[in-house]
């Protein structure tokens, strides 16, 4: 037996003793709980008051995120996805408003709140990508190519906010 062997076979001795003694049945009491490694369950539940509020944030938005883009879809399934021919019709211009209901959610959520910087990034990004959509009057299928090409921005942004807003509130867990 080489000494690798004898060192497995030591500690699965040991491990089986203290098996045998914790489940003894014996009314005498276990280890002193207060030397254990893990904290008591107690205080690993225990959350910061910033990690409550980055929790409440993340949850309350996903529900928005979720219907939203189970109706609108977001990406290249978005209408205002720049490879669709809706990108410059009222169904982006109405994805667009949702995207920026979300994102006023968002920054309402968080205002005064530190940890949240790439979610409010991202929200007032969205909100000016929906603001410039609207000024452009990209919804009306505007003809001059200047204008259109002027569109293809803002309506990316709009085809991404879902996703985007998501990922900020994840960011927003980790304090970012």
């Known amino acids: 037996m080489n000494v690798q062997q004898l060192g497995l076979l030591t500690g699965a001795a040991l ?13 005498e009491p276990g280890p ?12 690993a ?8 509020l980055a929790e409440e944030v993340k949850t309350d938005l996903e529900k928005r995120l979720g219907v939203h883009e189970s109706e609108f879809g977001s990406g290249t399934g978005s209408a205002c996805s720049t490879r669709s021919a809706t ?16 994102a006023a959610f968002a920054l309402t959520k968080t205002e005064g709140h530190e940890g949240f910087a790439t979610l409010r990034s991202v929200a007032a990004k969205i909100q000016t990508s929906v603001s410039d959509y609207r000024r452009l009057k990209c919804a009306s ?36």
């Open 87 to 102: 990108m410059f019709t009222q169904e982006c211009a109405t994805t667009a408003a949702a995207t920026a209901e979300d």
């Open 32 to 43: 002193d709980p207060s030397l254990s490694a893990a904290p008591p369950v107690d205080q």
């Open 45 to 52: 539940e225990a959350r910061s008051p910033k990690a409550l």
């Open 141 to 176: 299928g505007p003809e001059n190519p200047e204008v259109r090409d002027s569109c293809l921005a803002p309506a990316a942004v709009i085809a991404g906010a879902f996703p985007e807003l998501r990922g900020g509130a994840n960011l927003g867990l980790a304090g970012k």
């Open 15 to 27: 491990t089986a003793l203290v098996f045998l003694t914790a489940c003894s049945g014996s009314r």
